[in-house]
């Protein structure tokens, strides 16, 4: 192979999930977060999609790679399967040998550990991959078992990734009770130009570069147009570009190893080719309304009596934190990674502490969660947050009319909860 040519310790470019070699953009950084959430949440249930070769089974296996020993996982990539199957599949992945049991059984089971792992002081996680390949019958499996809780939490948390299609079917009509229950859908796009070329950097690097260009800018650009910045396809057209490379002893990628490559391939530019959504963030948030882009409220940033930031708020969730993966940056030393977030509703918006160091302060007392008021302010490290509410009439309206509805955000009565105070943990 190519490695001494190029001075490499291993292949940059294998298609199987690494984590050693994950990229992570803005994007992928936020996919990873929300996943993160679930760990935060007693009630966590996140749904990624992405195109095929997008980067959610890296994601996903760097994910689980980081968990701490008390996080008990269950993962199912198999989801051509039936319920029994799924339920058989995710008690092996327990430790059990169910395959004698019948369905009550089975449900028995399942029940009686997730229950036993919360009073343990465990948290139980279950990633099922390629998602959109479950049928509506094991789909409904995992709605119930979503709802397995004690009298205060739930006691699984619940990660879909899978295709776009994903989507498709869990916004149908008899899918409506497992929409509910999700918190947060996140569609993973692809890479930027510059992304592109920063991941193509990284993966080389990781396998022993040193910083030495490997990859003409020209080379680049045109990677670029032929994968559109799906990773997998980076990966594809690199790899056969060094080969090209190294069939003429050649220890730089130009961009006529690229074409070579490109022909042998037999691609056309990746423009051509698909009809998917461009390079847009897709925060899908969990309340379907026709108000989902509307500007419900303003979070007013300030340090020492001075406003140094406005953020609009939306329908959805936004994260806070002193990472740039957040969506509300606070660049501070008494603020953690992740250390909040804000959930917006027509019904009202809610702060909930993310088991930050320092906390957040409503009101003079420290909360864990928090239904905001016109006008509260929130107290981060040496930071406020101050919320305006900035809900028109006809919302207020909407939002009192399906107060007891019950909408995939929650009813009135949820927000309520989800208000209860205390102090959170340090």
């Known amino acids: 192979m190519y490695l001494d040519l190029f001075r490499l310790k291993e292949l940059p470019f294998r298609l199987s999930p690494d984590p050693q070699f994950l990229y992570l953009s803005k994007h992928h950084s936020r996919a990873k977060a929300y996943m993160e959430s679930t760990i935060w949440f007693t009630d966590g249930f996140v749904v990624i999609t992405g195109e095929i070769g997008s980067g959610k089974t890296t994601l996903i296996e760097s994910f689980l790679r980081e968990l701490d020993r008390e996080v008990v996982v269950a993962q199912i990539n198999q989801t051509q399967i039936t319920p029994i199957g799924f339920l058989q599949g995710l008690l092996v992945q327990f430790g059990f040998s169910p ?240 250390h909040c977030q804000v959930t917006v509703a027509l019904e009202g918006v809610v702060i909930e502490d993310l088991n930050s160091t320092n906390g957040i302060v409503c009101r003079g007392r420290r909360v864990r969660r928090q239904l905001l008021n016109d006008g509260d302010v929130i107290v981060i490290g040496r930071h406020t947050l101050t919320y305006v509410d900035e809900r028109p009439g006809t919302l207020r309206h909407v939002a009192d009319s399906t107060a007891g509805d019950q909408s995939p955000t929650g009813s009135q009565e949820t927000l309520a909860g989800a208000a209860e105070t205390g102090n959170g943990p340090h």
């Not at 089975?106 to 029940?111: A, C, D, I, K, R």
């Not at 220890?251 to 051509?272: P, R």
Request: aromatic share 4%; net charge neutral.
């Open 99 to 338: 395959f004698k049991m019948n369905k009550a059984e089975l449900l028995s089971t399942v029940n009686s550990f997730l229950i036993e792992q919360y009073a343990a002081g465990r948290k139980v996680v279950l990633v099922i991959d390629e998602a959109q390949n479950l049928s509506n019958r094991v789909l409904e499996e995992v709605r119930l078992l979503s709802g397995v809780e004690t009298t205060k939490d739930k006691t699984l948390r619940i990660i879909l990734a899978g295709q776009p299609e994903l989507n498709d079917k869990l916004d149908a009509p008899e899918m409506r009770q497992l929409a509910q229950r999700i918190r947060l859908r996140f569609h993973l796009t692809p890479l930027s130009k510059e992304d592109t070329t920063a991941y193509v950097l990284h993966r080389l690097e990781v396998a022993g570069s040193g910083g030495r260009a490997i990859f003409t800018d020209a080379a680049l650009a045109l990677l670029y147009r032929y994968t559109g910045g799906v990773p997998r396809l980076i990966n594809t057209l690199c790899d056969t570009s060094m080969m090209s490379a190294y069939a003429i002893d050649k220890d730089t990628v130009d961009e006529a190893e690229v074409k070579t490559a490109i022909e042998e391939l037999q691609w056309v530019e990746y423009a051509g080719r698909t009809n998917r959504m461009p390079r847009t963030e897709m925060v899908v948030p969990v309340l379907r309304s026709v108000h989902a882009d509307a500007v419900l409220g303003r979070l007013l940033v300030a340090t020492d009596g001075r406003t140094i930031g406005d953020k609009p708020l939306k329908i959805g969730r936004l994260l806070v934190g002193r990472t740039p993966e957040n969506d509300l940056q606070i660049d501070s030393q008494y603020v953690s990674r992740h």
